[in-house]
């Protein structure tokens, strides 16, 4: 048996550029973890995945030609069905062993174990390892079977009848272990040591590999090809900041990690060129120019110090010609009539004012059960229009009716038709426009904020009133029809939304309460049953916990607080704040615990009102803790009324003690009525004060 490194390479036609990175990265993960599970590769073998446009390869260190032999033990059947009164075996156990390639003069070589309650046989033997052609034909099949292709085609192979399925026709497979070819085959291909380069600028049309180890270096000299997807994507990077700084003034390339990718997957030896355009495209906005010039042509637009688009653009060729005026030129050609589009649209957009497109609304359905845009747009409108009202009064509810009134005008516009990704920001240019000023602007733009975690919130009240208006209006209607998530399943992204309006409420301290909000969104659903509400509200808690847990707190100081349902978001950080600090306390658990066995008494108690007769109180420590409760509640109930949520919990710690003292001293369960409800009584006051902030028996260990 002997080690070596082995390589893997499928040649094939370009591969879909969006899901290269994946491609290879399971293609080469799948093979190693095959081997390993066959013996052939272990913990120490270290795996490098190749991914070109052309091109899926591993290399795999530390590869065994023959796995190791394995002991292995059978069970065979009962020892009663194996063998006879004599110890002799029986049919049925010879013809087990047969099956197994042995023969009777194993018998007496069996072992005999407890299996479960009776006696069981078992052949013990030694089963030979596989060898690299086995087991790599095996891993090889794997690797191939579980791609995550997105579309499959279906091509025939050179003898004009087999038809093959899989992403690209496949050309070449390169299997090397050391510098010996392993004899395995796949989609019709033989393995061998040779592979393709460059399709223009190879030294060679056939790249000869002398062993595994070369494969990268060979490609890179003789094939004009970086097959490291990695170090392609740090060189496209490298020369991306090289020319900006040669344009100078500041310049930088437009960041954009996906478009990065896919550039990657698009070239085999990357050229970064600089080109240009009409400056007086820049009149056009530049959101617009940029996204023609990223999703059409993947090319990288250049920005100054400022953050303003140049008229400058980087292009990551595939070829490296002595003079690429004629690239360079090809591109600015290519590039002028799609702005020369983008000019278009804009200029002809602007001829009608966002709000003559709204009546048009009315005949674009929004969704089957829910009306049509237009209809949806009077929800909101309503909606934004209350909670404009209660934030701001009716000053900022005039303004959040109109911003909702325009938000969705400009669906219905030549640009965000061309380009839906501008949806908002094109109503904001035209919001502008049409005079309506920058409150009413932004907050159109900025109304589908945020759009993903980590992006930024409406900048405006405005803004933040129009979107909360815009996610409740949606969630709302979704739930009504019962269009919930379920597992990973969320087509129309509420949990985004419910997110969305999480950050708003909380990140602004809104003085909104829950409760009212979903109220007001299920008003105009005629659907809705009657837990819808309680769905929705739920829902939206749901998301606030998974956010909170993300910011660091823990599972016990999330549940203490959202057990209550806080209907103000605003203060849930600072309850938690303040259950943090309480749970630092020595005092803390003793009191989460006493408080998890009062809530346990009140729930099996008939009655229990939060009224004490203190001529009822008969026994010391009863006496004392209505005492210390008199004294320490109301200054907690102060201090929470306050917003000291903090001092509040921290007020109730001095409780502990008496607290104790009444559960070791008084039985609460006295056999006269009158003493039981009084002391039922004492501890539904006492739960009461306790459990204002948080439920802290959600905090007991």
């Known amino acids: 048996m002997s080690v070596n490194n082995l390589l893997v390479e499928l040649f094939v036609e370009e591969l879909p550029p969006k899901a290269l990175k994946k491609l290879g990265e399971s293609f080469a993960g799948v093979l190693l973890e095959q081997l390993r599970a066959q013996g052939l590769a272990t913990g120490e073998s270290k795996l490098t995945a190749f991914a070109s446009p052309r091109r899926l390869a591993a290399h795999i260190t530390a590869v065994a030609s023959q796995a190791p032999d394995k002991a292995i033990s059978q069970k065979l059947m009962p020892a009663s069905v194996g063998l006879d009164a004599a110890g002799h075996p029986t049919p049925a156990l010879l013809k087990k062993l047969q099956a197994l390639g042995a023969d009777a003069s194993v018998v007496p070589k069996l072992k005999r174990a407890l299996d479960g309650k009776a006696e069981a046989l078992f052949y013990d033997s030694t089963a030979k390892g596989v060898t690299l052609a086995e087991g790599l034909q095996k891993a090889l099949h794997e690797a191939i079977a579980r791609l995550p292709i997105p579309k499959v085609m279906t091509y025939q192979l050179a003898d004009g009848w087999t038809d093959v399925k899989f992403v690209r026709p496949a050309h070449a497979l390169v299997a090397l272990h050391g510098a010996e070819v392993v004899p395995v085959q796949a989609l019709g291909l033989q393995a061998g040591r040779t592979t393709h380069g460059h399709r223009f600028e190879a030294a060679a049309q056939d790249i000869v590999l002398k062993n595994a180890d070369t494969y990268a270096a060979t490609l890179a000299r003789d094939g004009a090809v970086i097959a490291s997807f990695a170090e392609r994507r740090a060189d496209i990077v490298r020369q991306l900041q090289e020319a900006a700084a040669r344009v100078g003034g500041g310049a ?42 990223k999703a059409n042509q993947k090319y990288f637009p250049l920005l100054d110090a400022r953050g303003k688009l140049t008229n400058r653009f980087l292009v990551v060729s595939n070829i490296r010609p002595q003079d690429a005026s004629a690239v360079v030129g090809g591109n600015e050609r290519v590039v002028r009539p799609r702005l020369a589009d983008a000019k278009f649209f804009f200029d002809q957009d602007r001829k009608k004012t966002l709000d003559s497109r709204v009546p048009g609304l009315a005949k674009v359905v929004y969704h089957n059960k829910l009306g049509t845009q237009g209809e949806r747009i009077e929800r909101v409108r309503a909606i934004a229009s209350v909670i404009g009202a209660q934030v701001g009064g009716d000053a900022l509810a005039r303004q959040a009716d109109l911003a909702a009134r325009l938000a969705k005008a400009d669906l219905l516009t030549d640009m965000v038709g061309e380009f839906p990704e501008l949806q908002g920001i094109m109503g904001g240019y035209y919001a502008r426009h049409d005079g309506l000023g920058d409150d009413i602007a932004i907050a159109i733009e900025d109304h589908y904020r945020p759009r993903f975690a980590g992006d930024g919130l409406p900048r405006n009240d405005v803004g933040v009133v129009v979107a909360l208006a815009d996610k409740l209006e949606t969630l709302a209607g979704l739930f009504a029809i019962g269009q919930l998530p379920t597992g990973d399943k969320d087509p129309f992204a509420l949990r985004r939304h419910a997110l969305g309006i999480v950050r708003m409420l909380m990140e602004r301290d809104l003085p909104l309460s829950l409760d009212h909000l979903v109220t007001q969104a299920l008003a105009p659903f005629p659907q809705a049953q009657p837990q819808t509400h309680q769905q929705l509200a739920d829902f939206i808690y749901e998301r606030l916990a998974g956010l909170l847990r993300e910011q660091g707190y823990s599972a016990h100081e999330v549940d203490a607080v959202l057990a209550l349902q806080p209907q103000r978001l605003g203060e849930v950080p600072r309850r938690l704040a303040a259950v943090r600090s309480f749970a630092a306390l020595p005092e803390a658990q003793a009191l989460a615990a006493a408080n998890k066995r009062i809530g346990n008494i009140l729930k099996k108690a008939d009655k229990a009102d939060a009224h004490v007769s203190e001529s009822l109180l008969r026994e010391d420590a009863e006496k004392a803790l209505y005492a210390a409760t008199q004294r320490i509640a109301p200054q907690a109930r102060t201090q929470f009324e306050a917003g000291d949520y903090t001092g509040s919990l921290q ?46 028996s959600r905090l007991a260990q």
């Open 252 to 293: 930088r390339p437009i960041e954009d990690e996906a478009l990065l990718d896919e550039v990657t997957a698009l070239v085999e030896r990357p050229n970064v060129l600089t080109c240009e355009f009409e400056k007086e495209f820049l009149h056009v906005p530049q959101e617009c120019l940029i996204l023609t010039m």
């Open 651 to 696: 007020t109730l710690a001095a409780l502990r003690a008496p607290v104790d003292a009444f559960f070791d001293d008084v039985m609460v369960n006295a056999e006269e009525t009158d003493l039981r409800l009084n002391r039922l009584g004492l501890l539904a006051t006492l739960h009461q004060a306790m459990n204002r902030v948080a439920d802290l």
